[in-house]
């Protein structure tokens, strides 16, 4: 109540009585304080915003299990919080250093060791401004609100965001909120449908992530159920065996003619050619072949969760942004290129490049594998009705004509969210 029209900033949140948790509800989601002592009922006004802090249970957070089980808070208080952000203590040696530095420069100089872009009384006139205005939903903003919602509430029934807790009617106000704050804080009167994306991606991102094992590609296509060989590799093996047994066939003509030399050579000992004549036959025989070396073991194919949750965001706006722009899907080996151009900076060697190669393919799979892509095999305008002018049959490429070499094209799924897909540099 003290902190009516202001900010409530509340430590060791998790440690709080059990009573006093309950006591706060009425204050986080109506604003009120409702008092009944000595017979005098009273509803005092707490218009505040709560920003609190809580440690995880043990002191450590656990990136295995959900933030349910990691902050010992119930349920109903967790959802009155419209984000959470989870703060990890990682060891990083730059950001160490860092803090170091600032720590020690704090205790060194006081004040003159914080030099803020903007002053203290700058940011409280823009606040008090920006408290001025009371934003209103346009239609377009409306709709876009009652869409991300509806994404936030079918995610939770069959998405990851079930792992942490349910998505109910108070999210949606969250977003209301949040959508209000943004316009706020761009000092206009109007929320557009951008301020709703982006509360819309703020909540999605508190709220749903959930911390995952990490993606392992190769044990996933071992698991994959009647999975069918692969025609390319099935063309080169047979391509390989007939070179083969070429060479076997020169190998075995070779072999036969050493072995009439030796067969004669043992002749003429046996018959008392002498020592010369074996020790000339053993010059003759050809020295065992060297063992070959052992092979390195191959590079497994794993990234963490946070990783794959990067990359798909990163090909899923790049297909969208050129779908939009051409109408039509990507090439595979346009879109592997594209991604060796943005990695082109971390690739040290050969064995680098073909690992971040490899990585994509399986990458672009699994995507196509969970509904995120679309896999089209040969021209996507070849099926489509009208495309041609003249009324006759589409002609294909070279490229598709060949059953052997069939252009693959990628597609973002109809039922991918673009606009809510947050892309990390």
């Keep these: 109540?003290?902190?009516?029209?202001?900010?409530?900033?509340?430590?060791?949140?998790?440690?709080?009585?059990?009573?006093?948790?309950?006591?706060?509800?009425?204050?986080?989601?109506?604003?009120?304080?409702?008092?009944?002592?000595?017979?005098?009922?009273?509803?005092?006004?707490?218009?505040?915003?709560?920003?609190?802090?809580?440690?995880?249970?043990?002191?450590?957070?656990?990136?295995k299990r959900?933030?349910?089980?990691?902050?010992?808070?119930?349920?109903?208080?967790?959802?009155?919080f419209d984000l959470f952000f989870v703060v990890l203590d990682e060891c990083d040696e730059k950001t160490d250093l860092n803090i170091a530095k600032h720590i020690v420069n704090v205790h060194r100089f006081q004040d003159e060791a914080i030099n803020p872009e903007f002053s203290t009384e700058a940011l409280q006139r823009y606040i008090r401004y920006a408290r001025t205005f009371n934003p209103k939903l346009t239609p377009e903003a409306a709709d876009i609100l009652v869409e991300k919602y509806r994404i936030l509430r079918q995610d939770d029934a069959t998405g990851a965001g079930r792992h942490s807790y349910r998505i109910t009617v108070r999210q949606l106000e969250s977003m209301i909120r949040l959508s209000e704050a943004i316009a706020r804080a761009n000092c206009t009167a109007e929320i557009t449908p951008v301020f709703v994306r982006e509360a819309y991606t703020l909540l999605r991102q508190s709220i749903i992530h959930v911390e995952q094992d990490d993606i392992d590609f190769d044990e996933e296509e071992r698991e994959a159920p009647n999975a069918a060989p692969n025609a390319t590799s099935d063309v080169m093996d047979e391509s390989q065996d007939i070179e083969m047994s070429a060479a076997d066939m020169e190998l075995m003509d070779q072999t036969e003619e050493s072995s009439l030399g030796m067969g004669l050579n043992r002749t003429a000992t046996s018959s008392g050619a002498g020592p010369s004549s074996t020790s000339r036959a053993g010059s003759l025989m050809p020295d065992a072949p060297p063992p070959p070396p052992a092979p390195a073991p191959k590079r497994r194919m794993i990234i963490t969760h946070d990783k794959y949750m990067t990359l798909q965001s990163l090909v899923v706006l790049h297909l969208s942004a050129v779908e939009r722009e051409?109408?039509?899907?990507?090439?595979?080996?346009?879109?592997?290129?594209?991604?060796?151009?943005?990695?082109?900076?971390?690739?040290?060697?050969?064995?680098?490049?073909?690992?971040?190669?490899?990585?994509?393919?399986?990458?672009?799979?699994?995507?196509?594998?969970?509904?995120?892509?679309?896999?089209?095999?040969?021209?996507?305008?070849?099926?489509?009705?009208?495309?041609?002018?003249?009324?006759?049959?589409?002609?294909?490429?070279?490229?598709?004509?060949?059953?052997?070499?069939v252009r693959v094209y990628y597609m973002v799924h109809p039922s991918v969210d673009t606009e809510g897909t947050s892309s990390v540099a």
């Design 326 to 405: 051409t109408g039509q899907g990507i090439d595979r080996d346009e879109l592997v290129d594209w991604y060796l151009e943005l990695k082109e900076a971390e690739i040290q060697d050969v064995d680098e490049l073909e690992y971040e190669k490899e990585l994509i393919s399986k990458l672009l799979r699994k995507l196509v594998k969970d509904n995120y892509l679309i896999e089209v095999r040969g021209d996507v305008q070849d099926s489509l009705p009208g495309s041609t002018t003249d009324g006759s049959a589409p002609a294909q490429s070279s490229s598709t004509q060949d059953g052997e070499n």
């Design 66 to 80: 959900t933030l349910r089980a990691n902050v010992a808070m119930s349920a109903p208080i967790m959802s009155r």
């Design 1 to 63: 109540m003290l902190a009516d029209n202001g900010i409530c900033a509340i430590d060791e949140f998790d440690k709080m009585d059990i009573s006093d948790q309950v006591a706060i509800h009425e204050a986080m989601e109506q604003q009120t304080i409702s008092i009944a002592k000595a017979g005098i009922h009273a509803t005092l006004n707490a218009r505040t915003s709560i920003l609190a802090a809580a440690n995880p249970i043990g002191g450590r957070y656990d990136r």
